[in-house]
Nanobody
């Protein structure tokens, strides 16, 4: 599965951005998808995830109520709508996917496929 992420950019605090992650050559059916982020000097952390077939979503506490993960099956794309952005949301954002696993969905090492990353910068 090849993942292509896009949509990052520079935004002021309080603003919004929508990230996209398209699957190339495959569908997300049977996969769990996730968005992670990595700020400078920090470890990669879980942001949001979705079990594609069921549409079940999970979020990190730090983004609950501000970020929304969604999908478009026809476009084989998963989105991350980010509202009320804060400077601490500044990071490179990555989309990821894995097949079914009982491992923690928040652990980046459990994901098999990764997009190239897209930079989100939130200015104060």
């Amino acid at each position: 599965v090849q993942l292509q992420a896009s949509g990052g950019g520079l935004v002021q605090a309080g603003g919004s951005l929508r990230l996209s992650c398209a699957a190339r050559g495959h569908t997300f059916t049977g996969y769990r998808t996730g968005w992670f982020r990595q700020a400078l000097g920090k470890e990669r952390e879980f942001v949001a995830g979705m079990i594609w077939s069921a549409g079940t979503t999970t979020y990190a506490d730090s983004v609950k109520g501000r970020f929304t993960i969604s999908r478009d099956s026809a476009k084989r794309t998963v989105y991350l709508q980010m509202n009320s952005l804060k400077p601490e949301d500044t990071a490179v954002y990555y989309c990821a996917a894995r097949t079914y696993s009982t491992a923690s969905y928040a652990q980046p090492t459990t994901y098999d496929y990764w997009g190239q990353g897209t930079l989100v910068t939130v200015s104060s």
